[in-house]
């Protein structure tokens, strides 16, 4: 289910995402920081319907998976990041959030809320849109670059993530980090499907 409003382009057909953005346009949200919102256990989806339906701009996202019982298999959704819930950061909804019985608390960082960017957002929308439960394989070669450098996927299902280049092996893999939360995946990765970027930008 996805609740439409005027969300970026790119979230089109992302899974369980939940969005209400009836005056936002696309850029205005994409320059917005998120709060990151604590839950009530397997809470994710019901407080951000809460908070949508009360024009709470939001995002609980999940990713689909089989799961194999011995009698049957069935696809399941499942919270990317299990007991958070993403809103938009203002004094207004800091204040009306506390209002919710789902909600746990904001997650703080030297006594002030924790803030997301938006290309941390972005980068978890794709994750949840193309995750398979395994490592994605990309094809290798391409322009130099080093180990630590900051990059933007350029090709292919990832196109737009942002993460650190790190090297195991002779291989190539991207770090994508949401560092708020001590939480990150690691993906392999071609170097031609990449480019460097000079600034870890908003």
């Known amino acids: 289910m996805v609740f439409k409003g005027d969300e970026?382009?790119?979230?089109?057909?992302?899974?369980?995402?939940?969005?209400?953005?009836?005056?936002?346009?696309?850029?205005?949200?994409k320059s917005q920081q998120w709060l990151v919102v604590k839950t009530k256990p397997r809470a994710e989806k019901k407080l951000a319907q809460q908070l949508s339906a009360?024009?709470?701009?939001?995002?609980?996202?999940?990713?689909?998976?089989?799961?194999?019982?011995?009698d049957r298999k069935k696809k399941v959704e499942l919270p990317l990041i299990p007991g958070v819930v993403f809103v938009e950061n203002?004094?207004?909804?800091?204040?009306?959030?506390?209002?919710y019985a789902l909600v746990q608390g904001v997650l703080k960082?030297?006594?002030q809320p924790a803030l997301v960017k938006w290309h941390e957002i972005n980068?978890?929308?794709?994750?949840?849109?193309?995750?398979?439960?395994?490592?994605?394989?990309?094809?290798?070669?391409?322009?130099?670059?080093?180990?630590g450098d900051w990059v933007e996927v350029t090709q292919g299902q990832f196109k737009g993530m942002r993460g650190t280049l790190t090297e195991l092996k002779g291989q190539?893999?991207?770090?994508?980090?949401?560092?708020?939360?001590?939480w990150a995946v690691t993906?392999?990765?071609?170097?031609?499907?990449?480019?460097?970027?000079?600034?870890?930008?908003?």
């Open 8 to 29: 970026p382009s790119m979230l089109n057909n992302s899974p369980a995402i939940y969005t209400k953005s009836p005056q936002d346009s696309q850029e205005a949200l």
């Open 187 to 202: 993906l392999d990765i071609s170097k031609s499907q990449v480019k460097k970027l000079n600034d870890i930008a908003a």
């Open 109 to 111: 960082e030297f006594g």
């Open 54 to 70: 009360h024009g709470i701009n939001c995002y609980a996202i999940t990713y689909t998976t089989l799961r194999q019982w011995s």
């Open 123 to 147: 980068n978890l929308l794709l994750l949840a849109k193309a995750w398979s439960g395994n490592e994605v394989q990309l094809d290798m070669g391409g322009p130099h670059l080093c180990e």
């Open 90 to 99: 203002s004094i207004e909804n800091i204040t009306a959030l506390y209002q």
């Open 172 to 182: 190539h893999r991207l770090v994508v980090a949401l560092e708020v939360l001590q």
